[in-house]
């Protein structure tokens, strides 16, 4: 039996913070409810945030667990176009990471409340 | 049981609320973290144009808004705000003591942190690809290693009401009055880990009461155009409380908490500090009242044999100006604005420079500039604005990105107003290691 489901931003069902060391960004991701956290720890790879920003990752992905705090941590390499002394953007610390990663989808069941 | 308060999280962090926990906050300790890898680099390029200053340029207001409260209180003050000049901020918060008539009160300097003699031109970058210092191309201006608590402890054992430090690894700021208070030993790696955690949690100040939190419908915040800052209660082994003033606005819940736990953390088991390699993998955190948390869980393990030391070059200038649009079609005129830019800064106008070219308002925050241009539905914001910037060690060639910007008003395309532009001078930062036995902090004591 096939289940139907949908997508949803992740921003509906997770929390995030963004912080910078040089070139290499982290950003947090925190489930709202505990029952979504397996969902999103299956989803929310280390290849897929690669994959989702390639003109602006430019190292590797690395992601580390928390499940007691329903928690997974995203380490960006060579991500902040050289860090914040270097880089040209407005952003230079790269603090708006953490709502760029919060705009990617999520498949969620369809019967989900 | 240690009360400790965070009195600012960054350089120019508010000083209102940091008034009210030196007042009101019945603390112990409070501490001022200003420093961060950006505002070291100010540090060095202030003291380049001055050499009486390159500390925190709020120093003085800082002092003069807590010291009075602080004495009577019994409150010691703890610090990182001497940036680049740590002789200048302590001889500054003497004559601010003796303003005050606070006679008596012992200030202590921790130096030893710049190490720019031991950066040579074979110094490996860890951050930059491995590559050398003579291969960046720059002038060091001024190299950091971030001390810790053997840098902090002496100057609390010799009675210091006051400890001004440069860099330091920002934890070891509470860390150290911690140690000092409960006794710990230097090695008792699982106590200096939890001990980390309240420092790390606390170190960014409103990050964990409210602030870089706030989403409105989703997490929204009390209070918060009046947030306070934090308070640990620390016990002898390290278990620890945050909450703030009850009258103050924010919030500490567990979500505050756990956002900040990972802040500019990588992997939560190996935090490196000076002090320890802490773990904030097994780390709990749960409501302990209105406004309470608790956290427990973190361990340590031994700390690193390597320093991490921040070495500033001198960027040259990094320039920056704009032109705003509005109505129908602003996004093709700002994009034809964009594009005049690129035909006429070329290399006879600006040299070999980077040119970044942003439409603020479609695509501009942390590089998306060149992904999204083309989206359609991107393309009717009410007003955009492009934003041109580039650093350059030739201020003839900023000033020329300037004057192309300015010139769009009467020679690009309709409807440009709104000009602002400006130069301002560079350090650009890299990072390397030097072995632990390198450095050798000191402790100088002035009394007011």
Redesign the interface.
Known sequence: MSRKTRKIPL?EIA???A??????S?V?V?AYDPGDYPLIKAQLTADRLKAAFP??IKGRV?R?E?D??H?L?F?LADAL?G???????????????SF?VLGLEIEVPDNRA | MLRLGCGSGFSSDRLGPAIDLAEKGRLDYLVFETI???TM?FGHRDRKADPRRGYNPQLGQRMRGVLKACRRNGTRVVTNMGVANVAAAAELTVAIARELGLSGLKVAAVEGDDVTAMIGPETRLF?HHDKRVDEVGLAVVGANVYLGVDAILPALEAGADVVITGRVSDPSLFLAPIMHRCGWRRDDWERLGRGTLVGHLMECGMQITGG??A?PG??DVPGLARCGYPIAEVEEGGEAVITKLADAGGMVSP?TV????????????AYLTPDVTADF?????GEAGANRVAVSGASGRAQPETLKVTVGFD?GFYAEAGVSYAGPNAVARARLAANILRERLGPDEIGSA?L?I?L?GVN????????AIDDPDTSMPADVRI?A???SADRAACEMLLWETESLLCCGPAGGGGYRGQITP??????ALIPRGAVKPSVRMLVA
Do not use: C, I
């Open positions: 921003h929390h995030a913070r912080g910078d060391k040089g070139n290499t982290n947090s925190w003109g602006l690395d580390y928390l007691h705090l928690g941590n380490v176009e860090g914040v002394n270097t880089s040209l953007g407005l952003d230079s610390h790269g603090k708006s990471w760029l | 961060g890898e950006r680099a951050d870089y939190y989403d989703r997490k979500r756990k956002e900040q736990l990972l802040y500019e953390v990588h992997d939560p088991r993998s097994k780390v709990n955190v960027g980077p970044r942003d603020v501009a925050l942390h590089a998306t500039a060149d992904l934003r910037a580039m650093r560079s350090v650009v930062t890299h990072s």
